[in-house]
């Protein structure tokens, strides 16, 4: 039982500091999580499914 409530803690600890930024400042959104949003992988020619660019 110990370990359970410790496990919820953490996750909720974990979900408040990864939400910081997107609850105390106005107008700030979670970063994307498709691969077409990142430079890196766009410099090299991946994209997101999704994407109708991708699409042919």
Do not use: Q, W, Y
């Amino acid at each position: 039982m110990k370990t359970v409530v410790l496990t919820i803690i953490l996750l909720l600890v974990c979900i408040v500091l990864l939400g910081v930024k997107v609850l105390f400042i106005k107008g700030a959104r979670f970063p994307s999580g498709h691969a077409g949003a990142s430079p890196h992988l766009r410099r090299k020619g991946i994209g997101c499914a999704t994407d109708e660019r991708n699409l042919k």
